[in-house]
């Protein structure tokens, strides 16, 4: 495949940043997007030019590192990670526009790379339960119904990419928010801390700049890992109870 790429370039936050053009030629179908972008940076550091910072880490789809706008969606054309996106998805001559994630909450870092430490913060907040030290106890002591089990696995799967808050026209966090409070709040050991928990993640969202739901949907649309839009009612559901607790 012959492709004309436009890919964000700016050198840090604080510089104005352009679409600069590239073609790139000979790219197999089979490549992975992070491939084809690996195969355009070996060109330009052979020419002696800057390469393009973008981030991945696993490439398997499980640590949400490989956040990319690509045509103005989240991770490109198909519902997955960007490093599970193959070439095959586009046609040979086309151009394609590769753009970072744009939320304030998300600072620029360089070219498509953001920084997207506000969910680590998020997290830090709020998702995790009292454990107690000593050895384990036994698995059956501590009964979870099946349906529980199973929406906290699901909730459990968020990778924590931020294609939600990518696609999202507010910017909100609500569906990563949504799948933390829903993976622990299913769960008996997430319960000492239900209501503390939904209370402090919610204000570190808005501290750090999230936007507010306002139930468009783009989120859950755009997640690779099919979070469920009903997480958010779950989240609001909680933190309406913390309320009346306090
Ligand atoms: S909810 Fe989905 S889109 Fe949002 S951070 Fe988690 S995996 Fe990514
Ligand atoms: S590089 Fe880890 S999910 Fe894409």
């Known amino acids: 495949m012959n492709l004309t790429l436009k890919i964000w370039r ?53 640590c949400g590192a490989c956040s990319l706008m690509i045509n103005g969606e989240a991770h490109g054309p198909e519902v997955t990670t960007t490093c599970q996106l193959h070439m095959r998805s586009f046609r040979d001559g086309e151009t394609i526009t590769i753009e970072p994630w744009r939320a304030s909450a998300f600072p620029m870092v360089r070219d498509l790379v953001v920084d997207r430490s506000a969910f680590d913060r998020i997290i830090q907040a709020g998702g995790y339960i009292s454990v107690k030290t000593g050895a384990a106890v036994e698995a059956n002591n501590m009964q979870v119904p099946k349906v529980a089990a199973d929406r906290a696995f699901d909730a459990a ?63 859950a649309a755009a997640c690779p890992k099919e979070i469920p839009l009903d997480v958010i009612s779950q989240l609001n559901a909680d933190f309406r109870k913390a309320k009346k607790h306090a």
């Not at 604080?14 to 992070?34: H, K, Q």
Request: include cysteine; charge should be negative.
């Open 157 to 219: 799967t968020c990778i924590g990419c931020g294609a939600c808050v990518a696609a999202c026209p507010n910017a909100s966090g609500m569906l990563f928010l949504g799948a933390k409070v829903t993976h622990l709040g299913e769960l008996p050991q997430g319960q000492a801390e239900r209501d503390s928990r939904v209370v402090s993640m919610l204000n570190q969202h808005d501290h750090d700049g999230f936007g507010g739901c306002t139930n468009i949907g783009e989120c």
């Open 10 to 62: 700016q050198d840090g936050p604080d510089t104005a940043g352009e679409l600069v053009t590239y073609p790139v030629t000979n790219i197999s179908e089979d490549m992975s997007f992070l491939e084809m972008l690996d195969v355009l940076n070996e060109e330009l550091i052979a020419k002696g030019e800057e390469p393009i910072a973008f981030d991945s880490d696993c490439r398997e789809g499980i």
